[in-house]
């Protein structure tokens, strides 16, 4: 190694950063050079030097000064303070929808509450009356066979005990007779003498006639 | 004591950043050799030190982490300011320092300031990490952002201009260590 080379390497050696295969190398030439080693002793005591002062000239804090900064980054730190988990922004959908569902459940139940109980379904009403048949059969007519009184169409009765006091007329077709395809029901009132005549086919299409 | 910060326990940060107010300071002040420069950019570093702690990686040693903050601070401080000659960075700031001032940093002080003058701001950095602040190569180069050989290449040469510079202005100091 010349000393071109060596006063390049030797800022680096004087702090122990040169890589030890050209750390040796130098090593060899400082043996030999006096001026080189003249220029490692001059950068050691230069960098000794400042190290030395830096440590005097190390600087501290005025405490008032200190703590005045200490207050600063602490009022810092109180004002971004995590909330805790169920105050976090985060939690606001959750309390938005909860929040909803009490509404729509609160609703649901104040309008059962205070809506007018609605007229009941006639044919419930109609069912649960308790009417007095304007005829009861006897046992022995139980089954009967015949012609349904002014009805046009040879139709087979019998009557349904399904329960009491109530009358059913079935009708079906008699095997003997030609296929039905209409049906006829008269309703009579008792006060007025009004008639229905409700007449059916065969597609359940109906028409009716008063008299 | 990190935890406890990023809990929100204030109290917490005090200890935890105590053991390094010295060092901060003083780097601070080397590297802008102004006391309310120093100052600012100690105060933002803490500062931001706070607001970055929960990115804070904990296997990092924290003094580093500490460092490389108040650095890019000074660094951002660095580009606000104007540079008044294309010349700035050779021209000794020593002028710009008040006389009262000057008296009251002593010969010492003003001895050192005055050696890292003549350094680019990345020699400067470099050489207040490795030599000062005595930061391994490796940690200085992460501490600056660089390469542990753009770390040796400017330590090299902010060495030769200290020596250059002690040896001219003060070369009793070198006889005497010799």
Redesign the interface.
């Known amino acids: 190694m010349n000393c071109e080379k060596a006063k390049k390497n030797i800022p680096l050696f004087a702090g122990g950063e040169l890589p030890e295969r050209k750390a040796r190398n130098l090593r060899k030439h400082l043996e030999e050079c006096e001026a080189c080693r003249k220029e490692l002793t001059e950068y050691k005591a230069a960098l000794a030097i400042l190290k030395d002062t830096a440590h005097e000239e190390e600087r501290d804090w005025e405490e008032s000064e200190w703590q005045n900064l200490m207050k600063k980054v602490t009022t810092e730190i109180i004002r971004r303070r995590p909330l805790p988990f169920l105050l976090s922004p985060r939690m606001a959908w959750g309390y938005g929808l909860l929040l909803l569902l009490i509404m729509g459940l609160a609703a649901l139940f104040f309008r059962s509450i205070l809506r007018k109980p609605s007229a009941p379904l006639l044919a419930k009403e109609i069912a649960l009356t308790q009417v007095k048949p304007s005829r009861t059969f006897k046992p022995e007519e139980t089954t009967m066979s015949g012609q349904v009184k002014d009805s046009p169409f040879p139709v087979r009765t019998r009557r349904l005990e399904s329960s009491p006091g109530e009358v059913i007329i079935a009708s079906s077709r008699s095997p003997a007779k030609p296929a039905q395809d209409q049906l006829s029901v008269t309703l009579v009132s008792q006060e007025t003498g009004l008639r229905v005549y409700w007449t059916f086919n065969k597609n359940f299409e109906w028409k009716e006639e008063k008299q | 004591m990190i935890e406890l ?1 990023l ?5 917490a ?2 200890p935890l950043v105590t053991p390094y ?2 060092t901060i ?2 780097l601070a ?2 590297l802008s050799q102004d006391r309310e420069d ?2 600012e950019i ?2 933002d570093t ?2 931001r030190a ?2 970055y702690l929960r990115s804070y990686d904990k296997k990092r040693n924290f003094k580093n982490w500490l460092l490389q903050i108040l650095v890019n601070v000074w660094r951002n401080s660095q580009k606000k300011k104007i540079e008044p000659e294309g010349l700035g960075e050779f021209l000794p700031k020593s002028a710009e320092i008040n006389p009262a001032e000057r008296h009251l ?2 010969e ?2 003003s ?2 300031l005055a ?1 890292l003058d003549g350094l680019s701001p990345r020699e400067k950095e470099v050489f207040l990490l ?3 602040e005595e930061r391994s ?1 490796k940690e200085t180069a992460r501490i600056l952002g660089s390469s542990s050989l753009s770390v ?1 290449v400017h ?3 902010a ?2 201009k ?2 250059e510079r ?2 001219e202005k ?1 070369p009793h ?2 006889e005497g ?2």
């Open positions: 910060v809990r929100g326990n204030a109290e940060f005090e107010r010295k300071l003083s002040y080397r120093a100052m100690s105060q803490l500062l706070f607001r940093r002593g010492i002080r001895q050192l050696c490795r030599d000062m190569v040796r330590l090299s040469s060495r030769k200290i020596k002690v040896k003060f100091l070198l260590r010799r």
